[in-house]
Each structure stands twice: as C-alpha cells, then as structure tokens.
C-alpha cells in the first residue's frame, strides 16, 4: 500500500458513519479548489476534506498548463479533543510506522508539526532518510491554511522547508482564541499513588497545553510530590493526545525482609545430578551422592538479618508506614554449635548433615535402613556407617569411622578408619577387598575377599581361599572355623580350630613380620627383578652396537648413533637404580633381623599337609598332620607345643562372643 491511499484510508475513517458530498474539481492549486468547493457545498474550507488526483503544472506562459484535479468531500464532525494535531499525529505514524517498516529503515519520508504556544506559533521540519520524501512547502501551507494561521511568516516557513533542521522555529505571533484552545483535567486515584492529566487538544489555531499549565494544575489539584517532570516534557513534546498522562507517580513502602538462613550445605536431596568422570568421559550411577559429609569447624549456615522497611509516599506527599522485618532465630539440632551472636553455625563433629524439622544437625553415625545398591548409590562419610541389609556387588562403602553390615558383603569394596563389622558374612568371588587403616575387621565367615587390618582380623566360622592381611592376629576359633587356601599373613599369630584341609589343599601362613612391611619387602624384590631383567636386555643392545661401530671403522649412521648413546645413558641409569635397590633390601632385610622374635601358628584341632608356615624369613612345610599344636621360632630352631587358645580383649569379645575356651572343655 503506498503512502497516499494509506493517508485516503485515515481520513475516510475519521468519520466513516459522517454521509457528505463529494466533488471533483479543476483548479490551479489546491487552496483554488478547496475554496471552490466550500463555496458550492456552503461549508467552512476547514470542514473539507479532499483528495489529489492529479498535480498541475504551470506550463510555460501557459503552454502546456495543466489544472490539480482535487476529490473534495464533506469531513466528519470531529469531538473537540480530535483536532488538526490528532490527524497530523496519525500522518507522522504512517510516515515513522508503515512507511519505514516497508523501507526496512533505510527510507523515511520527512515530517513537520505546528505547535501554537503563548511564545508563539512554531514550525519543526524533520528531513527525510535515504530516498524518503521530502517535506513540501505546499504540504505546510496547506496545514496552515487548515489551522486558520494567517499571519505566518512565509519566508520563514519556506526557509526552514528547505533547511529541516529538525529544531522548532518562531513562525508567527500567537493570537489568543479561548474558544479554540486545548484543555485539560487531573484525575487522582483513590490511593493517591498516581496523577493523570486528560488533555482535550486543540482546534484549528488554538493554544496547545505547556509545561507550566501542567504544573500550575496539578498544584491546584493536591499533586505536590513524585512528579514526572521529564515524562510531561516529552508527552507535551509529542501531542499525543489519544492516551492520559502520567504526571505522577507515588513510591509505595518497602517492608523490610524477614531474617532468613542461607544453609551453606545441601539440604534438598531429592535432586541427584551425575557427574561424568574428566578422564573415561563416563558416568558412575553408582555415585548418587546423597550424603553431605562435613567436618569440625565447617559453616554450615549463615543468619541474614531481617531489613529495614523503607516509608512510601503518595502523589499528594502523604508518608505511608512500612514494616520492618521480623527475626528469625536460627534453630540448630546437635552436632552443631551456634555463634553467641547466633549468626553462624558450625559443625561440633565429623559427620553427615542431617535437615529435619526445620533444624541442622551433624550425625556421626549414617544409617542405611536396607541393601547399599542402587537407591543408595555408593556411600562415602565422615563418620560411622551402619548397613541394615547387604552391601550388593560392585558398589563401595568408606567411612572415616567404623563400618558395621548387619548382612552380608558381596563382591564390594569397604574400607574405614576404624573396624568394620560383618555380620553374616564376606561371599567376595575373588574381587571384594575389605580394608581397615586403623581397626580391626570382625565377620562370619570369608570367602573368596581379599582383607587388610591395621589390627586383628577375626572370623568366627572359616576363612576359605581368600588374601588376609592383620597387623596384629588372625583368629578364626569358631565351632566350624577353620582356615583352607590362600594366604594368611599376620604380624603376630594365625589361631584356627583348624588350618588346610584332608585334600592337602595349599595354604601359606605367615606370621612374625607386619603384612605391610613384608608387602613392602616383596614389591621391592619385584622391582629389583624387572630393573635387573632390563638392565641386562639394555647390556645386549649395548654390546650389539658397539660390536656393529667397530666393525665400520667406528662410525654409524646419525640415527643409530644417537641410539647407542641413549641406550647408554639408560644403562647408567638402571645400574645406579640397581644399585640403589640392593641397598635399601639389604637394610630392609638388616631392620627385620633386628625385630624381637616373635610369631606362632596355631590349630586347635589339626594342621594338615599342605601348609606352609613361614616365621619372619624361615619357612616350615608341613607334611603331616598336627592336633593341638603351637609352631614357633627361637633362633633357626621350630619349636611345637601345646596349643594356647587366644585372648579376646574386652571389646573384642563383646563384638565377636568367643565359645567357652578348648581347654576347659578338654578337662
């Protein structure tokens, strides 16, 4: 659509349901034919409207002359408030809305309005954008022919249509005509929190509302605070009339915030995020961390103080009251401790965070009502674990306390400080691994697991084809315990009803020497072997090239040279590393010569063929059955005794009930 049927399209909707008669008219310009028109229709030329369907041109000295053809109609009755500036309003919408949009910003079409003041009557031309359409001189003439503005400066208005400088420019005295000018009402809500001003705009030439008779109206009004000064000055500045303004607005009161906790731990568990691992890019879904482990001295959360409240005002300056906040005394439960201000709580223990009842608490026991599997996920705690069901396959448990399981461990992981309990049992099929750093481990029965003990280990049933490991003893004394296959090793004694079995089955004890310094022991003959293994592969390579160098008159090629000299280098290395390791056996070997002797094995009913026995470095075979026996070591002499039953310490026996002793019963 373009700009002029868009233009038709507003002026006929002005007064769509207003009947008129329409003429078509010949004349030499559009005032021509506007007049002639108002003098046929017996109308005022400013109760016309009109419609160009043909520019005229002049011609030269009337040679080739041709007259506007004008469509000029009767114009609705417009109410008051819609005046010329409402339509010219409308005419700049289509010049900054439809036409620009069309144009894609790149073209606008020049704009001007007329504003009538007491200064004066001023003119404000716009200029046009890319290849938009200038304001025509005609086009402001028109308007102010329309407005009934007869003593304009004409110069000035061709002179500033020219130049569009785009700042309002004095173009004629204002006249005064009340009956013409534009009015305006105040509305104040009932709340007094906001001021609108009604403007009735005005017609024909009559004085368009400035800032002072805003303000001068809402004084009079009661309107004295909040005032929108910058807000008026650019409503006045647009002529806006069809919307209410805004001139105030009062600031409603800010009550003050209540005191609040901002927890510093997780306290909503319901939400589980998976995390993926930086080096396999996988995902544990075993790891559902629904624990929240904290330690002594950790914040856990911090008091927010309740706020000031901030007073309102209202549009007539009335003060309105705002509340202060109220305070909330942080609730805190035990394992906590509370700051005298009470604004910081901190963790008294070690221990899982626990949100309940509104209150924290550190608990250092962590209760596990079932199995640990899938709806625990993997369990990981500061504290004590306490399993009510079994730990299932593959899933692990770590605790900085001790850990009891009420059921059986399957082929899992536990490792804890302290001791770790098993009641039913360790069914491991040669992958569970169940470790103590500081304690000592108590269960049923083992099989198939691999166990390590700062301390004891003690088994009330049997221990079958699994890798044991106590710092202290291993006991298994129970009315069917017994020990077959696999390794048993403890830094003081191995006590058993019975230890191999009727099928000779191969089972190593080891007593005398700490699993770990032995371990330690082991793992450096390992490495000694494999540096020896490479050294000597090394020493070939070595001898290879060097032969190959003598036989070329000593030279090689660039690349098997710098070869040998790497393998060089590599030799020297692995002859000091050699060296070094030799060292440190022999001083290992030396502080184990030195240790107190002590170690013994024993079995209360028999030892089978099949075992062997190893004290500190010295290893027994055994190749007939012993009952009742005690094996020790003085010196490089074995020595067999009477068997000694063991002795439980108080806590010992209150976790693990040992039977009435074999020698009371012997007697």
Known sequence: MNGLNRVKDILLGIGDDAPGDELEVLADSVRQALDMAANDLGVEVSEL??????????????????????????????????????????????????????????????????????????????????????????????????????NADLKKVEKEVRKASGKPVKIAEWSPRPEWDGTMSIEVTEDEMRAYVHFVAPRYAGRNMDFDDVMNALRSSGVVACINEKGIGEYLEAMDYTRPLLAAEGEPPRHGKDAFT????????????????????????????????????????????????????????????????????????????????????????????????????????????GDVSLETGNIVFLGSVVVGGNVQDNFTVKAAGNVEVKGTVQKAF?????????????????????????????????????????????????????????????????????????????????????????????????????????????????????????????????????????????????????????????????????????????????????????GRVCAEKTLFPGVDIFIKDKKYEVKDPYNYIKITLEGDNWRFGEYQAPQLQEDQARIMPSRRSASSRRR
């Open 49 to 150: 409207d009109y419609e160009v369907i043909q520019k005229g041109t002049g011609g030269l000295f009337g040679v080739g002359r041709r007259p506007y053809r004008v469509i000029v109609r009767k114009a609705a009755v417009l109410p008051e408030h819609d005046d010329i500036d409402r339509l010219e309003k409308k005419l700049q919408n289509i010049s900054d809305s439809d036409l620009v949009l069309e144009r894609k910003d790149k073209n606008v079409d020049g704009t001007f309005t007329v504003r009538v003041l007491k200064t004066g009557i001023w003119l404000t031309v716009s200029p046009a954008k890319g290849k938009g359409r200038l304001v025509a001189l005609n086009d402001v003439t028109t308007r102010l022919y329309a407005m009934q503005i007869n």
């Open 262 to 369: 901002d927890y510093k731990v997780r306290i909503d568990k319901s939400v589980i995020s998976f995390e993926e691992d930086k080096e396999t890019k996988r995902v544990d879904f075993k790891d559902l961390d629904l624990l929240e482990n904290v330690v002594v001295g950790q914040v856990l959360a911090v008091k927010v103080p309740s706020g000031e409240g901030v007073p309102g005002r209202t549009v007539t300056n009335r003060v309105l009251a705002a509340r202060n906040g109220k305070d909330v005394p942080m609730r805190h439960g035990k394992g906590t401790i509370l700051s005298e201000d009470g604004m910081e709580l901190t963790a008294e223990i070690n221990g899982q965070v626990v949100f309940q009842g509104g209150r924290l608490s550190v608990e250092p026991v962590y209760f596990v009502k």
């Open 414 to 598: 536990i490792e804890a400080e302290g001791d770790i309990i098993a009641r039913q049992g360790i069914v491991g099929r040669d992958e569970a691994k169940i470790e103590s750093t500081g304690g000592s481990i108590y269960t049923k029965f083992v099989q198939g697991a691999s166990l390590v003990a700062e301390k004891d280990i003690i088994v009330s049933e049997g221990i079958l084809h699994s890798m044991i490991d106590a710092g202290g003893k291993v006991l298994c004394n129970g009315k069917r315990a017994k020990i077959v296959g696999g390794r048993i090793r403890a830094g003081e004694e191995v006590n058993a009803r019975y230890i191999g079995a009727d099928a000779s089955t191969k089972t190593e004890v080891r007593v005398g020497i700490n699993p770990k310094v032995h371990q330690q022991l082991t793992d450096m003959d390992t490495v000694k072997r494999q540096v020896e293994e490479e050294l000597e592969k090394i020493k070939k390579d070595v001898t290879t090239l060097t032969i190959q160098k003598n036989n070329a008159g000593g030279k090689l090629a660039q690349d098997r040279e710098e070869m040998l000299g790497k393998m060089k280098a590599q030799q020297q290395k692995l002859t000091m590393r050699q060296s070094e390791l030799a060292m440190e056996l022999e001083e290992l070997k030396a502080y184990l010569g030195m240790l107190q002797q002590k």
